[in-house]
């Protein structure tokens, strides 16, 4: 099984469609060479982690959503919504785990439970430091001390806000 954790902020630069290219066909390309027996872990939050869960789909392969808190749909932004809603509908597992409010903490432990279960991890990440709790770098850093494979994707030409 293979899992996204996403830099926050990926897909909200001026150049959002170039960015968003970048990272679609790098993730593409990676995903591409495990066929399509690929299952894919997300919390299919907006940018990165919404855009490795459709390329698993269209690669022929399965989706386990994880659900880090009771209200987490209704926090991440509403333009994102409705592509949640589809990548959710289309899940072949759901894992919803126990925190009532999405937060930092709950975001990290739905991470932390994504590495448990994943065979490896993919980051689409600049390798700068997270900005909070929970960011990117801390769940390379927590996959890498779980000795998990990590496969990091920046595209050259890729922007964060």
């Known amino acids: 099984m293979w899992a996204c ?13 170039e960015t968003t290219e970048l990272v679609q066909h790098a993730l593409r ?7 399509d027996s690929l299952i894919g872990l997300s919390c299919i939050a907006d940018g990165a982690d919404a855009l ?3 390329a698993v789909l269209d690669q022929g392969g ?6 880090p808190a009771v209200n987490y749909r209704e ?18 597992e759901i894992i919803q785990l126990d925190f009532p409010d999405s ?3 709950s975001h990290m432990t739905a991470s932390v439970k994504v590495i448990e279960l994943a065979d ?6 600049d390798g700068k430091p997270a900005r909070g709790y929970g960011g990117t770098a801390d769940v390379v850093d927590a996959a890498r001390e779980r000795d998990l494979p990590v496969t990091v994707i ?3 030409g890729a922007e964060r806000d």
């Open 120 to 125: 490896r991890l993919v980051a689409v990440w």
């Open 154 to 156: 920046w595209p050259d």
């Open 103 to 105: 937060t930092s903490e």
């Open 75 to 92: 926090k991440l932004p509403e333009e994102h919504h409705a592509d949640y809603d589809e990548l959710f509908s289309r899940a072949s």
């Open 29 to 35: 390309s990676e995903l591409a060479k495990y066929g």
């Open 52 to 54: 490795f869960a459709r």
């Open 62 to 67: 399965s989706l386990i959503v994880i659900v």
């Open 5 to 17: 954790t996403a830099v926050p902020g990926l897909c909200r630069t001026a150049s959002r469609a």
